[in-house]
């Protein structure tokens, strides 16, 4: 099932985008960030690093870490800091995504089989607090109060998000902002912290450190969005799981919450059906793809997450041109035109 | 089925050992801190206080926050640091239970059913996530590093430890020596870090700080001892759940090691199939529990728990004799006649 989201034609003078210029900007502090990851993970408990790195090594983009690296860069940091920060971001990151699997009964992670499936829920939550207890440990050698202040934030309020999205699960009554306000919690927030705190070990001024913060969320916003867009209309490939795997969980998301609003009785009680009571038949998903191109739902969330990228990249203004901030930049366009 | 554990006569000339000492010392401390866990557990997220307060409000004794509070007591500490690092840790503990209702299936915990039974595996773990990242936070609030440092590492060690438990789990062979391993990191290192962490704010010497880490540290893996002896011959009143628990779920707990070792291979076939196959016929229990008395198993589990108990005494030797001090010493009596 192919389905073709739109995109913006001028979008399209530019080259492709990609991680290109990210990736060469901070790739010798990545390797460093790779190594402490790959060295973290050690365990005499064997399953520990079998099942984080089995993860770790399933060729996530690392984004995270690589945003607080380069969010490091920009604001002139010259220390060492940043390398064990990004590292307890990716940490964080990854027990989030173990724990999700759990939440979730995710099969599939990042086209490979979900840990879960190979050693267990219980693995899946205990190598989680194993990860998110080094990342503690490693923002705690790192010393810095404030940095400390909100990474440990940014953990409470994602897992705030996440019971929020358990609670609001099923309801296709949720409004837009509703929605907006669980993923702000679950996915925006670590992009915001990874961002934020690399103005703050450089010890730069608020309005730095607030404009970082400020490109992170809206990134962080912009990339769930195109996420859920992609869920209804990617490739297996480019998804590491399958199309329809948010319908099939009956998670609301935003293209559901724009087609179920414009839609009329008969398509509602349809999303209630699939959605709430989770009575999926032969030819649901289909008509779901219909219905969701019927009311330009797909296009519409990619819109919206266009909207967040501009924001992320007006965060921005402030700093003078060089590469970390054309890096920066790129790395919103790239996330937005994963939906093309 | 009544099991009278066996207990050292010598004990019976002092009174019934009881927490009343250290309760008397910790009083306007502990209502602080009862203060602090209720305004901490809150959210706008309403499933979120009431998975946290179903089993915070369950009548736990809520031992180990007061072991930090009377061991900043014991050291002079003046200061309000310990009031957020006691709440900080019974969250860890908090956060803890809820991971491991879902790790061992439970179906009950301090004589109510799990919350994992009321709202899910989902919620269960998701705001033990919320509970160690608002753990986080108050150590952090407290702002002393040795601290944050302690504690972040007993959370590390915790985990690597439920994981050892994980793989070593259905494995008859286990040895004393490995089981001890296992104990100390999943129980006993957070008392060792609760009772650390009151010199360390103290600004005490290394010599008190290693001897409160040591006390707690040996009252832990006494207290896991005791608690593994109950599991065959306690109450279900003392226990908070059913007798037996622990053989139903093919737990390898030290009765088990003892039994197994010097029993013949006609007994060791029958822990075998009970214990690492998991099955379990009509009289099965009753035989094991014939099995730990032939063996003395039960007996002796509570003498190795009454040897760390007595360290845990000695360790508080170089501490001038008042009330935190002899409050302490009755807490390790306590946890020890427990089996009685």
Redo the contacts between chains.
Sequence with gaps: MAVVLPFDPAAEIDAEPSLEGILTLVRADMERVNALILSRTG?E????PEVAQHLISSGGKRLRPILTLATADLTGYAGDGHIKLAASVEFMHT?TLL?DD??DDSEMRRGKLAARMLWG???S???G??L???A??MM?EV?N?RA??IL??A??V???G???Q??AAKNTATSEDEYLAVIRGKTAELFAAACEVGPVIAGRPKVEQSACRSYGMNLGIAFQLIDDALDYGGSRAKLGKNVGDDFREGKITLPIVLAFRRGNDEERAFWKRCLETGEINEGDLEHAMKLLARHDALADTVDRARHYGAMAKDALGLFADGPAKRALLDVVDFCVARAR
Excluded: Y
């Design positions: 365990s408990v064997t399953m520990i027990a724990h759990v939440v829920n219980e693995a939550v205990l190598v607090d194993f998110l207890g080094q503690f440990r705690i010393g109060m400390l202040d440990s934030t953990a409470v994602i897992a705030e996440e019971v929020a358990l609670a």
